[in-house]
């Protein structure tokens, strides 16, 4: 040690201390914990909440660097009519069924078989051809119109080769043909004209068939083509020569992409069983380089006709009835399942008798769902007599593929109703927790002349009698919209169904009820933290929350290790918590729908052990003693949060010029007057002093004679034999008050040559080992910068750490317990030896310890003996 510079040591300890801290700290990002030193030798573990990171967030939000209670949607749906039921009441006005909440009506049905559960009363009749069929379908009980028919089209020419065909084009254009593999709409290929067309009118390019050409058994050929360009303007057409004349389809507007093109091969002629030159044609005038593909030929008959098909009943009416509307109604469902390949299909219904004649076109929203169709026929049916219910279907087709017609009727009802407002009130419905009230949707069938009236209202107790509940909100048109509802638990439906058409009825569907609350309970747990290992931890002092509250909200605070939670008093007190790593849980709550506390940051506070900042002797305050007596002091260092530092050295001074001061702290009083005892902290800087207040006392005259004249002589040889002994004592017992437990030995460059250890389990302090070395070499670095090989000291984690350089080694001994003057000298004479023995191999050391055999053997004898003595200077010569 070198108690001249304690100030420099205390430098160099805070900057190794700050290095290791750097190096065994976890590294802090975003909102993992950060750590904050609060100057009195305890440190703030910090968590912020603006993101999860190191967090397990449990039905909480972060919002503006909060935790919070997340607000979780609740909608009320009610989608089929018996939720309306469930929840409250219908009026005798009201019914409901599988289309929702309508106004009740005569449900007698004047159509007989409406259902068509059997085939009878209905009669069915097909078209004059039967391309179009009426009948009875078993199956699915209803009513069916068809048409089926095959293609007629069969494959001339695949157009997977060129082989029959070349390329022709008129005067002034050029043109290439060939066979392309790819992008084809059938087969293995296709053909491709590759084509410009001069500035003359009739310019054309053409892929031309070799041989003749037999279509006499039929008359439409059907084509794919693929314009890759068609501007300026294409027309696709094709020409063939019959008996020496020319003679052309119609000319086909080509688009760009793909298109099928059907030509009508009768404008070829009535003979076609021999055409020659048949070409496939593509006109237009100065066009520039494009191509032109075909694919896919096929020959085929038109099919062409134009036919209905019924099915009717003949219904009988007893009575008259007024021929003012909502006196009669005629309603059924029907579906277009199919409709491919026709030009065009109408379907019709129509009820004719004495009174007249009602008819009206069924037109499908889109194919394959069922609609329903209502309409009014009071005018129509207000006489008795015979009346013609009838359902038709019309197929007009011209066409070579194949074509399907597929249209169903079922639930076939004639009656005459009788309907009256009515109105629908829910009972008082709980939400659960108080809660917003964001919007309101609902569906309605409204025909002409009908109304639905929808209220809503909201509350906080289940009576709104009792006058706590808000106005009535009102809407009249369906979908969805925002609501001014003020928050409640509650809220109540009322709706009103009117209509001023005794034949007509609207249709409540559905009703749904958008609210939101907050979660009522909700929690944050940490990752498992433990201290950084740069200080020695003591203990947990407190956890606190900085939070927001109400009333209604709480925060509760959990520690634990990882296996068990431990709630935290009222106080954060943790004092009692005995784990080193801890990590929290704190679980939100609310007794309010509305309301959520706030968690804006976690903090946990621990204790260390830290650097001396001050040294307290005992006896304190002023001290009065005689000249000659002893005073027995005694000193401890403590660090800023007044933790004792146990194993602390001190070296003892005083400034009485004939008193005695002993390393034990013992004084013996000399000159009197005030005087300063001090005891500093070695290593430290660091010191305490008490006043002495040293009084005069007389001193015995000394006798000029011999020992004879000494009468106290013979207790003075006795005091000094037991002093020897005790001097003696206090060796042999400073010796057993240390060890040397660990040394490393270093290269210039830092790099570790060897570790040695007399503890039986090393590897249980490898953290704090790793730590050691690390401080020693920073130690190194920043202490050694002159060039001069003073011992140098420092103290680590209650440890004692001496550092000796050589000409190519540092050797760092570290000891525990209270550290002898001569352990210095020791280390001198072990740097001394290592050189004496391995100098040249550690000057050209490489990094193999094979490199140093014997090198362990002598580190053994350093660390295994209270004094080290050297092997070699006493053996040598």
Request: glycine share 10%; charged share 20%; hydrophobic share 40%.
């Amino acid at each position: 040690m070198d108690p001249r510079t304690p100030s420099s040591i205390v430098l160099v300890t805070v900057v190794v201390l700050a290095i290791v801290s750097a190096i065994t700290s976890r590294p802090t990002a975003a909102d993992l914990p950060t750590l904050r030193d609060n100057g009195d030798a305890s440190r703030t573990v910090s968590w912020a909440l603006n993101d999860g990171q190191g967090l397990a967030l449990q039905d909480i939000d972060l919002q503006d660097g909060s935790a919070e209670l997340p607000w979780l949607a609740r909608t009320i749906d009610w989608t089929q009519p018996g939720d309306f039921a469930e929840n409250g009441t219908l009026d005798e006005n009201l019914g409901f069924d599988s289309a929702g909440i309508f106004l009740r009506a005569d449900l007698s049905n004047h159509a007989a078989g409406g259902d068509f559960a059997s085939g009878s009363p209905w009669t069915y009749a097909d078209g004059a051809s039967g391309n179009v069929t009426a009948a009875w379908d078993a199956a699915s009980e209803t009513g069916r119109f068809r048409h089926a028919s095959a293609s007629t089209e069969t494959l001339w020419d695949g157009l997977d080769s060129t082989t029959g065909w070349e390329a022709t084009a008129s005067a002034g254009s050029v043109v290439g043909i060939r066979q392309i593999d790819t992008g084809q709409q059938e087969g293995t290929g296709m053909l491709e004209l590759n084509f410009s067309l001069g500035t003359e009118p009739g310019s054309y390019a053409a892929a031309r068939r070799i041989a003749p050409v037999d279509w006499s058994s039929v008359d439409r050929l059907v084509l794919w083509v693929l314009a890759v360009d068609v501007s300026p303007p294409l027309t696709f057409n094709v020409t063939a020569s019959v008996g020496g004349s020319i003679h052309g389809s119609t000319p086909h507007p080509l688009v760009r992409g793909w298109q099928e093109i059907v030509v009508d091969l009768e404008e070829l002629g009535p003979i076609r069983e021999n055409l020659q030159d048949v070409k496939f044609q593509v006109n237009g005038v100065d066009v520039p380089t494009t191509l032109v593909y075909f694919d896919d030929v096929r020959i085929a008959n038109l099919k062409a006709f134009d036919e209905a098909a019924a099915v009717n009943q003949t219904v009988m009416k007893a009575n008259a009835t007024s021929a003012a509307m909502g006196s009669a109604t005629l309603s059924f469902d029907w579906v277009l399942v199919n409709a491919s390949g026709v030009g065009r299909v109408e379907s019709t219904v129509r009820l004719g008798g004495p009174s007249g004649i009602f008819e009206a076109p069924l037109s499908p929203s889109s194919l394959g769902h069922w609609s329903r169709f209502l309409a009014d026929v009071s005018s129509g049916t207000a006489s008795a007599g015979s009346y013609d219910l009838s359902f038709s279907v019309r197929v007009v087709l011209s066409n070579t593929s194949a074509s399907s017609v597929d249209l169903r009727v079922d639930n076939v009802t004639l009656s005459f109703p009788n309907r009256h407002n009515g109105t629908y009130l829910s009972r008082p419905v709980s939400l659960g927790m108080e809660s917003e009230f964001l919007a309101v949707s609902w569906t309605a069938l409204l025909p002409p002349s009908t109304s639905v009236r929808l209220l809503i209202r909201s509350g906080n107790d289940s009576g709104p009698e009792a006058g706590e509940w808000s106005p009535w909100e009102e809407r009249t048109s369906p979908g969805r919209t925002s609501t001014s509802l003020p928050p409640g638990r509650y809220f109540q439906l009322r709706t009103e169904l009117g209509t001023t058409n005794a034949s007509t009825t609207p249709i409540l569907g559905r009703f749904a009820l958008e609210t939101r609350h907050r979660s009522s309970l909700g929690s944050i747990e940490s990752d498992l933290f433990a201290p950084p290992l740069d200080v020695p931890f003591l203990r947990w002092r407190s956890i606190r929350a900085a939070s927001n509250g109400t009333p209604a909200t709480s925060i509760r605070l959990f520690v634990g290790n990882g296996s068990y939670w431990t709630a935290v008093p009222a106080d954060g007190n943790l004092s009692t918590f005995g784990e080193r790593t801890i990590r929290w849980r704190a679980e939100l709550a609310t007794a309010s729908g509305l309301e959520t506390p706030e968690l804006d940051r976690v903090d946990l506070v621990y204790e260390y052990l830290g650097d001396v900042t001050h040294v307290r002797i005992e006896p304190a305050g002023t001290v009065t003693v005689r000249s000659g007596d002893w005073v027995a002091f005694s000193a401890t260092a403590y660090d800023a949060g007044e933790h004792p530092i146990g194993g602390t050295l001190f070296q003892w001074v005083t400034d009485d010029p004939t008193g005695r001061i002993l390393n034990n702290g013992s004084y013996q009083a000399g000159t009197p007057g005030l005087r300063n005892v001090t005891a500093f902290a070695v290593g430290t800087g660091v010191y305490g002093t008490v006043q002495v207040n040293v009084s005069a006392v007389a001193v015995p005259p000394s006798s000029p004679g011999g020992a004879a004249e000494i009468p106290y002589l013979p207790f003075a040889l006795l005091a000094l034999a037991i002093g020897a002994v005790a001097y003696v004592g206090y060796e042999i017992a400073a010796r057993r008050m240390f060890a040397t437990e660990d040394v490393f030995l270093i290269s210039r460059e830092g790099r570790l040559i060897l570790h040695n250890t007399r503890r039986l389990r090393a590897d249980r302090d490898e953290d704090i080992l790793a730590g050691m070395l690390t401080a020693t070499v920073a130690f190194i670095r920043d202490s050694f910068r002159e060039e001069n090989g003073d011992l140098r000291s420092f103290r680590f984690a209650g440890k004692t750490i001496l550092v000796e350089r050589g000409e190519d080694i540092y050797v760092a001994a570290i000891y525990s317990g209270r550290v002898p003057t001569w352990a210095d000298r020791d280390l001198r004479a072990f740097v001394r030896d290592i050189e004496d023995r391995f100098g040249l191999d550690l000057a050209v050391w490489s990094g193999a310890a094979e490199d140093l055999p014997g090198l362990r053997k002598l580190s053994d004898r350093f660390v295994s003996r209270a004094r080290y003595r050297s092997w070699f200077r006493s053996h040598a010569g």
